[in-house]
């Protein structure tokens, strides 16, 4: 048994059961929808006996998470591992379904006993608009199709996981191709970037094959459930209660307008740097200035205890948390054959822990990632005393504020790492980073907008409208010719687009508060920091603008904050630019 499957068995209940036995087998259907029905069944006659309801709900929610987690979590450290996608797909095809009606039951007698005993509207209301979010949009009938849905976002990781590509003469991962594309030979580059690009098409008519079903079923989802279409069903399972589609296309023309015009500037003086009439793809992530590529460390190892230095510096209590999750191996951070390709933070719901899936090769890139996830494992422990298993997951758009916030606040940090020249060049290419992102989001959000607005558009259709958005949004100054095909299949890359539809603008929204917490650490850094953990603390517990607030934070993706914080961007960049050159 290799050592995360040691360190999640070994995990502790955070708070000890009183309601599942600690033998209770939870792969087992029989023995879960026993203590579900247990719940429903149960007598309640006082508003105590309420609340305990709702504690032994969570008790139970929490201890099916985390076994669901640590099946998904060993599923994704070895997708070529028969049985660990066998034992992931039989929770998913048995368990899930099993679970969901019984849920959807619970949550309808929660709304009867809440009208017998109301709870407290102050601490509850935010639970209280979840469960009826959720009454309203269960329908019976669609618990096989979301079975279908999960059963094709594991084959989707299967196809990536598998992807190696052969290349001088080594098998290797995609994350350690992409170290290539850091390297001051063009040639190699571009024969790296063209490797790459031609094993991804290997594989695009069965990508294409699972998102032709993933559309369909998710259309007849919403349907089912009243909506006219995916998009206005998934902003409702979002529980988007803050902001409406319209709001997200009103980001989209603002990046066009106010974001789009940096990308052109940064590239620009990128080709003139590198000397080149026009860019290509394989020269956008390379040193300009023709330096080697940044290293940062040579063995994982080096990364954590890197990233851990930092934490000693940033604040006492985030770097006893990130201490913890080292000790008990929660961390998993190696690029590795069969591993599913990106990186993610999985709270462990019942140990209230976290735990952190990499593919760190040894670029720079790797240390933002390892921040970045780190401050949603922040998110999982500031957030644990709270007896309600909801109100231990904040909304996602509050969520990636707590990991691009790490990113930008360790940036003073990165001479663990680096001298000081090699420090600002890594902090120059994270804000180059941070104006793309804002532009990427603008790309896959308006096409998942797209392609649940045109459901039966056909592969032709929608390769055409990604090239046209991507050249739109995200394309920067970069010259494609020649490169259709390879450019058409580049959102096959984007999983969310697969597995987490719709979840992108969230990190739109998310970088600006998290550049609005930056301007306030560089001012004042203890303050920042108290903010950023009391907003943390709040977890799920108090309505999306107000966890913004918590934090010093507006909750605001207009044209009106966007302008003045690229501005700011865009100033340090420059700032940061006539001290590395």
């Keep these: ?109 929660f709304l009867v006993l809440n009208v017998r005993y109301p709870l407290d509207a102050d601490r509850y209301g935010v639970y209280l608009r979840s469960v009826r979010a959720e009454v309203e949009i269960f329908v019976d009938k669609n618990i096989s199709f979301q079975t279908e849905v999960s059963l094709l976002d594991q084959e989707y990781q299967a196809v990536s996981g598998a992807m190696m590509v052969g290349f001088d003469g080594k098998e290797r991962t995609l994350p350690e ?98 000397k080149l009439a026009q860019l290509r793809p394989w020269d956008v992530a390379v040193d300009p200035l023709g330096r080697a590529p940044l290293k940062p460390f040579d063995k994982v190892p080096e990364l954590v205890a890197g990233v851990g230095r930092i934490m000693t510096d940033l604040d006492p209590l985030l770097h006893e948390r990130y201490e913890d999750m080292k000790g008990l191996g929660l961390l998993d951070l190696d690029s590795r054959k069969g591993k599913a390709p990106g990186g993610y933070q999985n709270t462990l719901t019942e140990a209230r822990k976290p735990f952190i899936f990499m593919n760190a090769v040894g670029v720079d890139d790797d240390v933002r990632t390892l921040l970045h996830e780190s401050g949603h494992a922040f998110h999982a422990y500031l957030c644990a005393d709270d007896p309600i298993d909801g109100y231990r997951h904040a909304p996602m758009e509050f969520c990636e504020v707590a990991s691009m916030s790490m990113e930008l606040m360790g940036s003073d940090g990165m001479n663990v790492f680096y001298d000081d020249a090699a420090m600002r060049r890594s902090n120059v290419e994270h804000l180059e980073g941070v104006i793309s992102v804002l532009a990427w989001v603008a790309t896959v959000d308006a096409f998942q907008h797209w392609l649940y607005e045109n459901p039966g558009h056909s592969r032709a259709e929608r390769m055409k409208e990604w090239i046209r958005l991507h050249a739109e949004y995200g394309g920067g100054m970069v010259d494609w010719s020649g490169l259709d095909e390879e450019r058409g299949y580049l959102w096959h890359r984007q999983l969310h687009i697969f597995e987490v539809p719709f979840y992108y603008i969230e990190y739109g929204i998310a970088q600006l508060g998290a550049l609005q917490l930056w301007q306030k650490f560089r001012r004042d850094k203890k303050a920042a920091l108290a903010g950023y953990k009391k907003g943390l603390a709040l977890g799920g517990s108090r309505p999306l603008p107000e966890l913004f607030t918590a934090a010093g934070l507006r909750l605001d993706f207009s044209r009106e904050i966007i302008a003045p914080l690229m501005d700011d961007v865009y100033r340090e960049w420059e700032k940061l630019n006539r001290f590395s050159a």
Excluded at 67 to 87: E, F, N, Q, V
Excluded at 188 to 198: F, G, S, T
Aim: overall charge neutral; proline content about 4%.
């Design 1 to 109: 048994m290799d050592k995360t499957r040691v360190a999640l068995n070994k995990l502790s209940p955070y708070i000890a059961r009183t309601f599942v036995p600690l033998t209770a087998d939870l792969a087992d259907p029989a023995v879960i929808t026993a203590l579900y029905q247990q719940l429903i069944d149960r007598p309640v006659a006082s508003g105590g006996e309420f609340e305990r309801w709702l504690i032994d709900r969570s008790e139970l929610d929490a201890a099916l998470g985390q076994a669901g987690s640590i099946l998904y979590i060993g599923m994704t450290c070895a997708t070529d591992d028969p049985a660990r996608a066998k034992a992931y797909q039989d929770f998913v095809e048995h368990i899930e379904p099993a679970v969901k009606p019984l849920a959807h039951a619970l949550n309808e007698r």
């Design 177 to 274: 191709m992409g170290k290539y594309l850091l390297e001051t030979d063009r040639d190699l580059r571009e024969r790296a970037w063209k490797a790459v690009a031609a094993r991804r098409l290997q594989d695009k008519d069965k990508l294409e094959d699972i998102f032709d079903k993933l559309r369909d079923l998710r259309g007849r989802i919403a349907g089912n459930a009243g909506f006219a279409n995916f998009r206005d069903y998934q902003f409702k399972a979002y529980q988007r209660f803050d902001y409406t589609p319209d709001d997200c296309k009103a980001y989209h023309r603002a990046v066009k307008d106010l974001i789009v015009p940096l990308r052109h500037a940064i590239d620009q003086r990128r080709a003139r740097d590198m």
